[in-house]
């Protein structure tokens, strides 16, 4: 049983690794640093985990851990979405002006 | 029933970030890509909240707000030159939480090798990638110094620690009481992250940020194993690619290797062979004669660099760069990959001061037409123009592509001391007989062109 789930999750992140490498290199060099920013944010799901460690009410200790869990992955994701976002508004074409 | 439902709702927001990502290829529809990914991730948030395992809302409430405030505040307030910065913190949050949740973790999941082999890896990577990231921040920030900091034994010490880490995993994994271990673990792998950043150069930083990038997606990745969830592996996977194709790019564009940016504290021995005398004279003029020049140019180069960023010079260059259009010359900026702290800083400095996107080029753009340039203009940058990459091959940056202002007509240095680059060699670029020095602070500078300009 174990093992069939490690596969079945090993099976997932391949695949994801192969489509990542896809679609980051059709990004251009301007946009790399909102790429990363953007990226980032998206690195912040940890948050979901985070959720369900503060949520189940286990411990005194777990519930600590995931409520600090939540505040930094928080921090992250939304921190990262709002900068992306600042950034992406400055590109612009001269014409669109 | 409500398992199915969330889990189904994961499956969309992992193709919302997919999409997202999709939409980053053009700046067009970037903006877009990015809401889009936003709502993947709101979507997964909610939808976790519907959990049949959680029970206690308030210590979430509490959490997301206090996040949430935090986040949207320093990513409102914050400059665009401190950019790199930023994206080193929040990286760094981002590997800590992946820690926290692997620590707690180890408290509520039942004991068994996937789930503790995995908690194992989602605190170490998530403990390099936190530390890693702060110590990044603090040379971006000059809270430590930018050069690299070596003392002796360095990669023993190094090497010696990542065997007791792997130590310390194996026991972690096996024994079922294995508290101890996790602490060891903990302890060990924020000092690990201190350790393999702190040797690093300031200018090497657009390759740390990267990969520490990657590290946390990959730290996102190993928390989706201790929680068996699918959408952290997506998430985590696509981010850890990403990482890892910036940090290629970055290392290709100074023709270095991985492991050199990374372990041999570049920059730290003077590298230069002190044959200055033999290069000829530096040239110096006053702006005022650099603008009877450029009056008469008809095609501009502008190559910006890290200096650029300090001087907080990119709304005056773009001032700049408009008059010299007005008075019919056609502009563009050279950008090099390596160009600043991180990966596109200079796009994105240069984007905040209202510079089209579409008069950037890269270097394999404008090298070709190098030779019909009639000015080319170095603003705060050293080693992406220095000619030893291609003249000299004893030199440490021989093969770097670089943007090749030598060809120029006339190449003019805006900088503000003869001072040597990041990689501490002399730039011979700087004693061309078509060279020309242009001393003093470059905002001031390009101010008095700017002035020269109106009148």
Not at chain 2, 37 to 48: I, P, R
Not at chain 2, 306 to 318: F, P
Request: proline residues 3%; contains cysteine; hydrophobic residues 50%.
């Amino acid at each position: 049983m174990e093992t069939q789930v490690l596969l079945l999750l090993a099976f997932v992140l391949i695949l994801s690794i192969f489509l990542g490498f896809e679609l980051i290199s059709k990004v251009p060099s301007t946009l790399h640093t909102p790429l990363m920013s953007g990226s980032n944010a998206i690195s912040g799901i940890t948050l979901v985990g985070a959720l369900i460690s503060a949520g189940n009410g286990f411990s005194y200790t777990s519930t600590l851990l995931g409520f600090f869990a939540i505040v930094f992955a928080t921090v992250n994701v939304v921190g990262g979405y709002v900068v992306t976002n600042r950034m992406l508004e400055m590109f612009k074409k001269k014409e669109e002006k | 029933m409500i398992d199915n439902l969330i889990n189904f709702s994961y499956l969309i927001a992992s193709c919302l970030f997919i999409f997202g990502l999709k939409l980053l290829s053009s700046p067009k529809t970037a903006r877009r890509g990015n809401f889009i990914s936003a709502v993947g991730m709101l979507l997964a948030v909610v939808v976790t909240l519907f959990y049949q395992g959680i029970i206690d809302y308030k210590v979430i409430a509490a959490g997301l707000l206090i996040g949430s405030f935090i986040g949207i505040y320093s990513a409102r307030k914050v400059e665009m030159t401190k950019m790199p910065e930023m994206v080193a913190l929040l990286n760094g949050f981002g590997g800590l939480s992946s820690l926290l949740v692997g620590w707690a973790a180890n408290i509520t999941e039942p004991f068994s090798y996937l789930s503790s082999s995995t908690i194992f890896l989602s605190i170490l990577i998530g403990g390099v990638t936190f530390t890693g990231s702060l110590i990044a921040w603090a040379k971006l920030s000059e809270k430590l110094p930018g050069r690299p900091l070596i003392f002796s034994f360095q990669n023993v010490i190094n090497f010696a620690l990542i065997v007791s880490l792997i130590a310390c995993g194996v026991f972690f994994t096996i024994f079922e009481i294995n508290t101890n271990y996790l602490y060891a673990t903990i302890a060990g792998s924020l000092l690990l992250g201190i350790l393999l950043v702190i040797p690093i150069g300031g200018a090497d930083m657009p390759v740390v940020i990267s990969l520490l990038n990657s590290y946390s997606g990959l730290a996102a990745c190993a928390a989706g194993f201790v929680i068996k969830n699918n959408i952290l592996i997506v998430s985590g996977a696509l981010v850890g690619a990403s990482g890892i194709i910036l940090t290629s790019i970055m290392c290709k564009a100074m023709n270095r290797s991985l492991k050199n940016v990374l372990f041999s504290g570049f920059g730290a021995k003077k590298a230069g062979k002190g044959g200055s005398q033999e290069l000829g004279e530096v040239k110096s003029m006053t702006s005022q004669d650099a603008y009877y020049v450029l009056e008469a140019a008809k095609s501009v180069v502008i190559v910006p660099g890290y200096g650029l960023a300090v001087a907080q010079a990119q709304h005056i260059v773009k001032e700049f760069s408009e008059l010299l259009q007005k008075n019919g010359a056609e502009v563009k900026y050279a950008i090099h990959s390596v160009a600043g702290r991180m990966p596109g800083h200079m796009n994105v400095l240069l984007a905040e001061a209202g510079v089209s996107y579409d008069i950037l080029a890269e270097t394999d753009d404008v090298n070709p037409i190098m030779n019909s340039v009639d000015v080319c203009l170095v603003i705060g940058a050293n080693d992406v123009v220095n000619p030893a990459a291609i003249e000299d091959k004893d030199s440490v940056i021989y093969g770097m592509p670089i943007i090749e202002a030598h060809h120029a007509k006339n190449v003019f240095i805006l900088k503000r001391s003869m001072g040597s680059g990041f990689a501490g060699i002399v730039n011979p670029l700087f004693y061309k007989d078509n060279s020309t020095m242009i001393f003093g602070d470059a905002k001031k500078t390009l101010q008095e062109l700017v002035s020269e300009f109106k009148n």
